[in-house]
Nanobody, 114 residues
Framework: QVQLVESGGGLVQPGGSLRLSCAAS????????MGWYRQAPGKQRELVAT???????NYAGSVKGRFTISRDNAKNTVYLQMNSLKPEDTAVYYC????????WGRGTQVTVSS
């Protein structure tokens, strides 16, 4: 059974940091492109960052230089380090695994507010 379980979300002040984790199981993690997406209230889900099996990364322009995606294939886990958080980063963050089929986690809430 495929599972993607996100953790690490929460409430943080502007300028703060959070680290999201996504633990994967039930598929060959190391061969999948892994990514983070987010959806803010009233908006469509959007790409945040992706990382290939070989470690090549891609970022949305709005997070480039502030967020870092990484993966540990030995632990079947993908991470998103988020620094210099802004109120507009507030959203539910979803973990995604992609090869032929898309797998999604249930999401973790990130709220950036003073």
């Amino acid at each position: 059974q495929v599972q993607l379980v996100e953790s690490g979300g929460g409430l943080v002040q502007p300028g703060g940091s959070l680290r999201l984790s996504c633990a994967a199981s039930g598929f060959t993690f190391s061969s999948y492109i892994m990514g983070w997406y987010r959806q803010a209230p009233g908006k469509q889900r959007e790409l945040v960052a992706t990382i290939t099996s070989g470690g090549t990364t891609n970022y949305a322009g709005s997070v480039k230089g502030r967020f870092t995606i990484s993966r540990d294939n030995a632990k079947n886990t993908v991470y998103l380090q988020m620094n210099s958080l802004k109120p507009e980063d507030t959203a539910v963050y979803y973990c995604n695994g992609r090869r032929v089929i898309d797998y999604w986690g249930r999401g973790t809430q990130v709220t950036v507010s003073s």
